[in-house]
Every structure is written in structure tokens, then in C-alpha cells.
């Protein structure tokens, strides 16, 4: 019987997102666009930058605008480029309740990794963390880890 999961810290991103395009409102939700512009990413077996032009397509729900809506759905698609010039999709699905400023929002990652060096990142089951970066940057930090 398991008791308990356990996780392998694999990366660190730091997310560069300064502008938000507000969308709106209609029957289905609140839509913005968070644009990403740069950033980077650090872990054990990895490092690299993350590519400009990807988004998230945030969706609040519960209300008509940015200010008070009480869920969101979090999708984020974009690029790595590891030092050594690989480039590594991730697509980041995420959740958060009770819409509050600071707090994480869980999410499931996945990745799309040539054959090679970071093949690995094609199998398993991961989980991340996401929350405003640490550093006062305009952006998000996220947590991925993998689960054992």
C-alpha cells in the first residue's frame, strides 16, 4: 500500500511576463492573455533560457472582471532552449481557487523533448508550483517536479 508520493525537484523557472491582455468577460469566463517575453530555468540535469513569444490563457471564473472572479484556469504554452541549444516544449495546465494575490497555483506540466539528451522529460508524471517571482521581476516562478 502507498502512503505517500514523493518528488524530485527537476527545475526552477523564472518567467518573465509584463504584459496582460485583457480579453474580458462573457458567458464562459473572464479571458487574458499573459504574454511571455524571456526568463530562465535551472536544475540539476537542465539549465537554459525560456524563449519569448509564448502565453498563458488565463480564464477567471465567478465573475466579469480581473477584480473578482473567484477561480482561474492557468494555460501556458511556450519554449525552453537549454545551454546547449535543445529546444523543449511545455505546455502547463494549471488551477487555482479562492482567487488571492501570492498564493500557488498546482499545476500538471508536460514537455516535448527531442530524442537525446533530455528525452527524459517525455515520460513520467509531474507537478508544479506557481507563484509571482521572488525577485520583484514582473512574472511568475514555477517548481517542477517529478514525480517517483
Known amino acids: 500500500m502507498i502512503t505517500k508520493l514523493d518528488a524530485e525537484l527537476i527545475m526552477e523557472l523564472k518567467v518573465d511576463c509584463p504584459e496582460r491582455l485583457e480579453v474580458g468577460a462573457n458567458d464562459f ?23 519569448p513569444g509564448g502565453a498563458d490563457w488565463n480564464m477567471g471564473f465567478g465573475g466579469d472582471s480581473v477584480d473578482n472572479v473567484t477561480s482561474a484556469r492557468v494555460f501556458a504554452k511556450y519554449l525552453l532552449k537549454t545551454d546547449d541549444g535543445c529546444y523543449i516544449a ?26 537525446g539528451k533530455y528525452e527524459w522529460l517525455n515520460y513520467g508524471v509531474y507537478v508544479g508550483t506557481l507563484g509571482p517571482r521572488e525577485d520583484g521581476v514582473a512574472g511568475v516562478q514555477i517548481k517542477i517536479y517529478k514525480m517517483l
Open 29 to 51: 469566463g473572464y479571458l487574458r492573455a499573459i504574454l511571455i517575453t524571456g526568463g530562465s530555468f535551472e536544475g540539476e540535469k537542465i539549465r537554459g533560457e525560456v524563449v
Open 90 to 115: 511545455i505546455e502547463n495546465l494549471g488551477y487555482k481557487s479562492r482567487v488571492k494575490e501570492n498564493s500557488l497555483v498546482a499545476t500538471t506540466p508536460s514537455f516535448h523533448a527531442p530524442r
